[in-house]
């Protein structure tokens, strides 16, 4: 079992930044790919950014991608999301996810664990 807990958000102008974090509990941190994924009102779920266990493989959603950093400190059990160039259109929550399975860390039926989200607004 592991538990994800996201901080960092907040409500920021646009073209400002943000880093969001994700702390997991466990000892085994290292062992799952992590994602971030996000929901608008009114809008599915969507894949924002994964990494593998290592951190040596990052993926990213086109709308993101050049805008923003996934990366993880294994130490820290921790995976971060550095957003920059916000626009008003990236506000939604973010969750933070961890996949036992790395068959397709774009997918958010391959993550088996999700935080409770953070806010994230971006103002015009």
């Known amino acids: 079992q592991v538990q994800l807990v996201e901080s960092g958000g907040g409500l920021v102008q646009a073209g400002g930044s943000l880093r969001l974090s994700c702390a997991a509990s466990?000892?085994?941190?290292?062992?799952?790919?992590m994602g971030w994924f996000r929901q608008a009102p009114g809008k599915e779920r969507e894949f924002v950014a994964a990494?593998?266990?290592?951190?040596?493989?990052?993926y990213y959603a086109d709308s993101v991608k050049g805008r923003s950093t996934i990366s993880r400190d294994n130490a820290k059990n921790t995976v971060y999301l550095q957003m920059n160039s916000l626009k008003p259109e990236d506000t939604a929550i973010y969750y933070c996810?961890?996949?036992?399975?790395?068959?397709?860390?774009?997918?958010?039926?391959?993550?088996?664990?999700w935080g409770q989200g953070t806010q994230v607004t971006v103002s015009s």
């Open positions: 996810a961890a996949a036992i399975n790395l068959n397709n860390l774009l997918l958010k039926a391959e993550y088996d664990y």
């Open positions: 466990g000892h085994t941190f290292s062992s799952y790919g």
């Open positions: 990494i593998n266990r290592s951190g040596g493989n990052r």
